[in-house]
């Protein structure tokens, strides 16, 4: 981020829909500033391929959900907040689990969507409506086997701005903090739940009960 100044590249194929983002970011406080808007995920590598946060609707001009797109933005390190038409469950969770940091509906209005806007700049995942009943909806009978201590690490991490927070919190260090993390993440995908970023990881863990929407 430059300074204290947010950007945002907006991707949609409506420019009604990409007016009312860009309109909406600039009017949150602080005001988040599009640097690039288009209806082709290109945008996001040219022209805004240094802003903050993608907003990236999945569909562009087509039927088939940009989830390939998706996966590319999020594996290149780039912090995506996902706005859509589709109120779909299972699209939601593929969407936090490829690496997306929020999934909105665009019936959600602009304090939710600013609101995950920030928090995605911030690396943080962020929980609207639409999302919590998703998670809340979705009780796996699929677990992982934590350890006491290793369900304490996660949520402790949930809770708080970074690991070295939680080493102190807890009492041991930051290394211990990652090992476990790593540990947790590696028994999810041993199960075929693969947990790659910290937003997939709070979603699996609403989903197994292991922690409430209201305790984030």
């Not at 590319?72 to 907040?81: E, K």
């Not at 080493?167 to 930051?174: E, F, N, P």
């Not at 739940?193 to 609403?206: C, F, H, Q, Y």
């Amino acid at each position: 981020m430059a300074g204290d100044e947010l950007t945002a590249v907006v991707v949609d194929d409506h420019p009604a829909v990409r007016a009312g983002v860009a309109h909406w970011l600039a009017s949150g406080s602080p005001p988040i500033r599009t640097v690039a808007e288009g209806d082709d995920v290109r945008v996001a590598w040219l022209d805004g391929a240094d802003a903050d946060v993608v907003i990236l609707d999945l569909h562009l001009g087509g039927t088939t959900p940009a989830l390939g797109d998706l996966r590319r933005l999020a594996a290149a390190g780039r912090r995506v907040v996902v706005y859509s038409m589709r109120a779909d469950d299972d699209i939601a969770l593929q969407c936090l689990e490829l690496g997306a940091l929020s999934y909105l509906t665009k019936a959600e209005g602009a304090e939710h969507l600013v609101e995950a806007a920030r928090a995605a700049a911030g690396g943080r995942p962020y929980t609207p409506p639409s999302l919590a009943g998703a998670l809340a909806g979705d009780r796996s009978a699929n677990r992982p086997a934590l350890s006491a201590r290793e369900t304490e690490v996660l949520v402790e991490w949930f809770q708080s701005e970074s690991k070295d927070f939680v080493a102190h919190r807890l009492g041991i260090s930051q290394n211990t903090v990652n090992s476990h993390l790593e540990r947790i993440r590696v028994k999810y995908a041993q199960i075929g739940r693969e947990a790659p970023t910290k937003a997939a990881l709070v979603a699996r863990a609403i989903q197994d009960g292991l922690i409430s929407v209201d305790d984030l």
